[in-house]
């Protein structure tokens, strides 16, 4: 076996054991000249070697159209519905303290966040839908042509695509790719996949500045970018701290088949349910933190009316000259802040710091000038880079056994994106964008 | 070898070739800014739709010589302008429920429907034909 590399030999065994069953099937199956199944003649086209990477971006931006137009007018009915309930409870309560917190941290808080909830369970009902008609494994099989050509491995796609919902079963994933070297460059790019926690940033911000007929184009560009940024890091990585070539790809090609509405829905429900445990817990307790932030001390921001004089102000105000090159302000410093704990905190913390309700933050982030569509673009492209989630960060130091590989995957994820923000900005600005 | 005869397959590829040249023009006036009220300017949604005429092109030579290999690339056009048809109908209904919760000034019109849905309504004498052809098909 001298003459054989691990990797050799793993692409002979598959070679033989596929060779093996077409002998079985042969004996075994009588198969008529000419006749074609569906799967035949769909993965004729849908993997064809020029048409399948087209037909796969085609149908990915399907979904985001499908997720944010489809979703619209559930969120307003959720907007409905907590401005008709701040009303209820509003009125009620007399303590100014409680007041404060009803109206600022639930409603204008978490009621900001969870207004997202109808385009995160769309995004999963239309990655379902795909994962239940057979086609995401095609998918990953024609990226595979593409990135193998770049030094990677194909089954890097799975954990990648898996990403879309959420990185952390993501990274988990990896485990199932055989080479170290292959897993370890898709543990450290999968934050760069956008998951569905970021989506409401990108709602808000792209419904806000480019309108509801441009948004979901906008939305699906900054996936696209996630996607080149972790081919572009992968293949970084291979040159560098991960050299030699990648390990042989074999996947099993399931029949296609008709997705049903029950499994497409318990689908959904099963990823989404994350994100409403999410809102009930680190999002509550981080809106919390917040709105305190905001309303205190009381007697200086006068029951938390005077935000610029709040501590939350403060911090932002010192945390500002980082991000002014940007053109974001101190409200933005905070909300990247807090958003290292979980992204939809960055809506969240907005909805608090404008005070205004869940239907009007849209509006006021373009009526009081806080983002251009530039400088809103940048915002969202750091949104996608800069720092996964802390759990994120957990499981990449429990998968990678060391937590100087989380730290590092910390380090250069806000490296990369003060730098592809910053190109952002200054292309754009070079091209006579304010 | 033949799958099937070759006058159905001229009538097939004809249809097919058809929707694939009405796809690229749509398609490349949505790319290069749109045209008036009828066509509305839509990168995204015009790269679909030349990605949608490229697939059924494809077929039309296999078609033509009455060849399942050809039919696949028809099948795969057909799926795609489903798949855009529908959706686009589906944001026209969004949009209908907007404006019952107040949000739009107007219930969308037929005659503001994008061009997707008319080709998706064009496609379907093609997709009852090919469905006929693959009726005993299985998956």
Excluded at chain 1, 180 to 209: F, Q
Excluded at chain 1, 382 to 391: G, Q, R, S, T
Excluded at chain 2, 57 to 72: A, C, M, N, Y
């Amino acid at each position: 076996m001298g003459g054989f590399s691990k990797d050799d030999a793993a692409s002979i065994l598959a070679e033989r054991r596929y060779q093996a069953i077409a002998d079985i099937l042969e004996t075994a199956v009588t198969k008529s000249e000419g006749k074609w199944t569906y799967t035949d003649i769909l993965d004729h086209v849908f993997l064809h070697r020029w048409l399948g990477i087209p037909i796969f971006l085609s149908l990915f931006w399907a979904v985001f159209a499908f997720t944010f137009s489809l979703a619209e007018p559930f969120m307003v009915m959720i907007e409905i519905l907590f401005g008709w309930l701040g009303g209820v409870f509003g009125a009620g309560i007399s303590n100014p303290h409680l007041a404060s917190f009803v109206a600022g941290g639930i409603f204008d808080g978490l009621g900001s966040v969870l207004v997202f909830v109808p385009p995160i369970f769309m995004l999963f009902l239309a990655l379902s839908i795909l994962e239940d008609s057979g086609y995401l494994s095609r998918a990953a099989f024609v990226m595979d042509r593409l990135m193998y050509r770049l030094g990677l491995h194909g089954r890097s796609f799975i954990p990648m695509m898996m990403g879309f919902g959420c990185n952390i079963p993501a990274i988990m994933a990896t485990r199932s790719i055989d080479g170290e070297k292959d897993r370890m460059i898709t543990i450290l790019v999968n934050p760069l996949i956008s998951c569905g926690a970021r989506l409401p940033v990108y709602v808000l911000i792209a419904g806000a500045l480019f309108g509801a007929e441009h948004a979901g184009t906008v939305i699906f560009s900054i996936y696209l970018l996630g996607i080149a940024l972790a081919i572009i890091m992968a293949l970084i990585f291979r040159r560098t701290l991960f050299r030699g070539e990648p390990s042989p790809f074999v996947l099993e090609l399931p029949a296609y088949s008709v997705p049903t509405a029950k499994a497409a829905i318990v689908h959904m429900w099963a990823r989404g349910r994350l994100f409403l445990a999410r809102a009930g817990t680190i999002i509550f307790g981080t809106v919390l933190v917040v709105w305190f932030l905001s309303a205190h001390p009381w007697g200086a921001t006068g029951g938390g009316e005077l935000i610029e004089n709040s501590y939350i102000a403060s911090l932002g105000h010192s945390l500002q000259p980082i991000f002014s090159p940007f053109g974001w302000d101190w409200m933005a410093a905070v909300a990247l802040l807090f958003g290292l704990l979980a992204k939809e905190v960055v809506v969240g913390t907005y909805g608090i710091l404008l005070g205004v309700e869940e239907g009007a933050l849209g509006e006021s982030l373009v009526s009081l000038g806080l983002f251009t569509p530039l400088t809103g673009f940048a915002f969202m492209a750091f949104v996608l880079i800069y720092v996964p989630c802390v759990a994120t960060i957990g499981v990449i130091a429990r998968e990678t056994n060391s937590y100087r590989w989380a730290a590092f995957a910390m380090a250069y994820l806000v490296v990369l994106a003060f730098l592809v923000s910053g190109l952002i900005i200054g292309i754009g600005r070079l091209l006579g964008f304010s | 070898m033949m799958d099937f005869s070759i006058k159905t397959g001229k009538r097939l590829a004809i249809y097919a070739s058809g929707l694939g040249v009405i796809s690229l023009a749509v398609g490349l006036v949505e790319i290069l800014g749109g045209w008036g009220e009828v066509i509305p300017g839509d990168l995204f949604g015009g790269f679909v739709l030349v990605v949608m005429a490229a697939t059924y092109l494809f077929g039309v030579k296999g078609t033509l010589r009455g060849q399942h290999d050809g039919l696949s690339f028809v099948i795969g056009g057909l799926f795609l302008t489903a798949v855009f048809g529908v959706l686009y109908l589906l944001m026209m209904g969004a949009d209908g429920l907007m404006y019952l919760l107040g949000e739009a000034e107007a219930l969308p019109k037929f005659s503001d429907a994008r061009p997707e849905i008319w080709i998706f309504i064009l496609s379907l004498p093609l997709a009852q034909r090919v469905r006929s052809l693959t009726a005993r098909m299985t998956w």
